[in-house]
């Protein structure tokens, strides 16, 4: 039931992905909007992630790095959309390591018997910006995330 | 050749619009950042445009409220993405009469003999949320809109 599903159709500039998380929605979305929580887990396990601002509200902006070990690093922000909440987070996300291009990103979280569906809904500008996503190893990463997620939300403190 | 051409696929959450405008790049871009020139402009002939915040700039925000005559009021806010230039105009879209829903938007320019072919590029967060755009009466606006544009362009002011 935690198996990721990712769905992109030819010709249409969209990524949807949904993933079952044992926990519940209130406990998830904290986990995507917590910094001290988020970094423990997004993206993929060789990469580790620096916060630099992360100003959940609407309007509000984020940025993030990832590094690897050879000190390579890869810089993401946007401007949160919406107030943000248990049933959903809108933000745009750029890559600033492919500049001028821009996505708008939907998660929302629908819980079920105590555990969450995690709802992930990527728009591009284009499908070529859609199939670049696809082919950085987008799908790797997010399940990397999502594993390091679960054993983010198994640990007792999480839960407090 | 100013006839407007709008795209939607089925199934694809975005709409695309190209309409040639008798004048250069530099001059239509002008038209559509400068706030005592787009209030000219831009939306349907009967209503009137006021701009409320208009910062073009990299993560620079902008309001404006469309009135009609029975004073009815229509606001509309985002934020703009990328750096602006006379390539092109990166902004969210979201219109305050339809709360949570968030739309990408793109302009760009290309400069042919001394026209303007405008493409813009609206990409929706569902197929559901892109034709209510369409019933919305969007294509008439736009159109009206664009006959504006030309009509301010033609005036020998505009061209200073």
Same mark, same amino acid.
């Given at each position: 039931?935690? @198996? ?13 992905? $949904? ?8 406990? *998830?979305?904290?986990?995507?909007? @917590? ?7 997004? #993206? ?5 992630? $620096? ?7 609407? #309007? ?7 590094? =690897? +070990? =050879?000190? %390579?690093?890869?810089? /993401?922000?946007? *401007?949160?959309? *919406? ?19 821009? @996505?708008? !990103?939907?998660?929302? /979280?629908?819980?079920? =018997? ?6 992930? %809904?990527?728009?591009? @500008?284009?499908?070529?910006?859609? !199939? ?7 799908? $790797?990463?997010? %399940? +990397?995330?999502? +594993?390091?997620?679960? +054993? ?9």
């Amino acid at each position: 039931m935690t @198996q990721m599903k990712v769905t992109a159709e030819p010709g249409v500039p969209q990524i949807l992905t $949904t993933r079952e998380v044992e926990a519940p929605a209130e406990l *998830v979305y904290r986990a995507f909007t @917590q910094p001290e929580l988020l970094v423990q887990w997004l #993206g993929p396990r060789r990469l580790t992630m $620096t916060i630099d601002r992360f100003d959940v509200r609407d #309007g509000g902006t984020w940025r993030y790095i990832h590094a =690897d +070990e =050879d000190g %390579n690093e890869y810089g /993401f922000h946007g *401007v949160f959309h *919406v107030e943000p909440s248990p049933q959903g987070i809108v933000q745009t996300f750029e890559f600033e390591g492919y500049p001028g291009h821009v @996505q708008l !990103d939907t998660a929302t /979280f629908e819980e079920v =018997d105590g555990a969450t569906v995690v709802h992930l %809904n990527s728009v591009f @500008q284009s499908v070529e910006d859609r !199939d670049g996503m696809l082919q950085s190893g987008m799908e $790797t990463g997010l %399940n +990397e995330g999502f +594993e390091q997620l679960d +054993e983010l939300l198994a640990k007792p403190v999480a839960s407090d």
